[in-house]
């Protein structure tokens, strides 16, 4: 975590989202700095997905005050594609299929181009691709392989921030595994603590996957703002014993809110 | 019709369909725009080559965009019509005793008798229309390729029909007949001239599959705008063969209309349709095909993609007639309209004829690229245009088992080339 006083490599400031006539996000900030790890939770509903299909620009999502800044750039105006270009990356909850598209091309794509065989060779390796490579992404995957396809496309682009949509709902628990070491792979390097570059935002419901991904801050998304921040393994306690209602009024989350 | 003896039998039935064929001269075609046959003179005599080398660099060029290639190595056979003459048809010698390719009236002079007793307008009728009938009246060659029992030819058989002039039609009559057991892919390439403006082809196509064939068609069709097409083709398949039938049309045309007709008369028999059409510019392209399904446990599945663009109109048809209790067909049409003057139609068609254990079912749709297949491709950080384009392209890019390599390069390479130039 540096101290330097260059641009944070995300920065979510007063943010207000709607989608349609509805507004979702009221007023988020959030920093997350190069090389840590944030999880987002909040019960269902509470913005969550709306804030990271809002950094990666997709339509739908109306920005009506505040703004994203990724290292300091506006990202007001740039296209799905740019900011992908410029290293923002996400894993989705629920990935459309496309017909006629394989995976290889997929990863081909996120690779910048051609993914060489090599490439793909370890992508299978790590997550058990095999056949999945020349199915049409998506079309027929069980939840266990569109998360590994998902994985698999990540890291191939290697974004300097990665978004991570539920990567464990819908997956049983060996391939929670699988998902959480490829994202560990992907945001901690060999886990040298010198190479931990890249940043994620991770949602999750039950923080199963906490237990194979270390993250740094956690945050509670409740109506439209970030209620709480601190340590997501305690924050996840406290919502399983208390729920969330009672865990935005406790008194950690008020102070540190 | 070429100089031949025939037994009085066969004479008679020549004038048979001689007579049908006036009788039909003027009638139009159930389906699609109605041409006026009489404005086109036939197409004229063309010097012979020794070699596909020696063909003019520009044709060459335009016939390989539909698979016909000059390098006879990746080819068992080739024929090339160019106009109204066989200019060049010739088997390479590993697969000179497998493979008999010539014109149709070179066959009708050497196989007389058998032809008109077993293939000559059997599967297709003379007086179906206008079109079936000037070929029957006027009939300019065509070819014959027939594949001996037992054979498995790998190496694509390509056979070429071209139009160099204007103002003609082309009235080819073609025969494929594989005998019980043989296996051959068969890849023809109907092209023109790039100088040609309006045109005629009229091309009449008589398959005959064996008991345990397997024959595997791929047409790739280059035309142009004021070019109308007219091709009627009828497939007879016997016990456990199997006819597959590939189409690509990634060119405009004035109008084509075409709707072959599969007759899976032996038990257990197979016919597959796959098409990829692009509707461009003014094109009015009514395409389809009816499978019936006759013997014991017959298949058929057709599968169409089409994209439609610029003021184009496009008929996707299929139909299957089940006659058979233990009958299984299936249709998948998709189609994809990418402009605001196109119009699509899918017209999926099922029947049953006294065969309540027919099992017969359809796909049909008509529906945008989805913006989140788009949008998720962008996620990845390829630009909207090529997003668009990647997911175009694989929307037509239709798996088709079986499908050799080469005819599957073929199709790919045609499929890009027209991506390119349609962006």
Known sequence: ?257 | MPDIRLSEGAEARLAEIRAAAEAAIDKPAALGPDIDITRFRTVSEADKIASLDSLQRQVKETVLLSGFTSDESERSASYFQMDRTPIYERVQKAFDDAIEIMSTEEALKLYGEEMVEKWWWKAVAPDKDKYTAIVALHQTEGYFIRVKAGRKVEKPIQACLFVSESDVSQNVHNIIILEDGAEANVITGCNIHTDVKEGLHAGISEFYVGKGAKLTFTMVHNWAEDFSVRPRTGIVVEEDGVYINNYVLLKPVKSIQAFPVAKLVGDRSTAVFNSIVYGLKDSVIDLGSETQLIGEGSRSEAVARTVSMDRSTVYSRGRLIGRTNSCKAHLDCRGIVQSAESTQWAIPDLASEGAPGAELSHEAAISPIAAEEIYYLMTRGLPKDEAISMITRGFVNIDIPGLPDVLRKQIDKAIEETSKEAM
């Open chain 1, 1 to 257: 975590m540096t101290s330097e006083p260059t641009s944070p490599l995300l920065q979510v400031e007063n943010l207000h989202v709607s989608v349609g006539e509805r507004e979702i996000l009221r007023g988020v900030d959030l920093t997350i700095e190069e090389g840590e790890t944030h999880v987002l939770l909040g019960p269902n509903g509470g913005g969550k997905s709306t804030l990271l299909n809002t950094i990666v620009g997709l339509p739908g999502y109306r920005i009506t005050e505040g703004r994203i800044l990724f290292r300091g750039t506006d990202l007001d105006g740039l296209e799905v594609d740019e900011r992908a270009r410029l290293g923002i990356g996400i894993a989705f909850q629920r990935p459309p299929a496309v017909r006629g598209v394989k995976l290889r091309q997929m990863i081909g794509v996120a690779a910048g181009g051609v993914a060489d065989d090599a490439q793909i060779d370890a992508l299978d390796t790590e997550l058990s691709l095999g056949h999945m490579l020349d199915r049409d992404v998506n079309m027929g995957f069980s939840g266990g392989e569109a998360k590994r396809s998902e994985m698999a496309q990540m890291l191939a682009q290697m974004p300097e921030l990665a978004l991570f949509d539920e990567p464990e709902s819908g997956v049983d628990l060996d391939n929670i595994a699988v998902v959480g070491g490829a994202i560990n792979a992907l945001l901690k390097g060999e886990g040298r603590v010198y190479e931990r570059k890249r940043s994620g935002l991770i949602i999750t419901h039950t923080g199963h996957i906490l237990e194979f991904v270390n993250a740094d801050v956690g945050h509670v998304l409740y109506n439209g703002r970030l209620a709480c921040k601190g340590n997501p393994l305690d924050l996840i306690d406290e919502i399983s014993s208390h729920g969330y209602d009672k865990c935005v009024e406790c008194a950690l989350c008020q102070t540190f809110a």
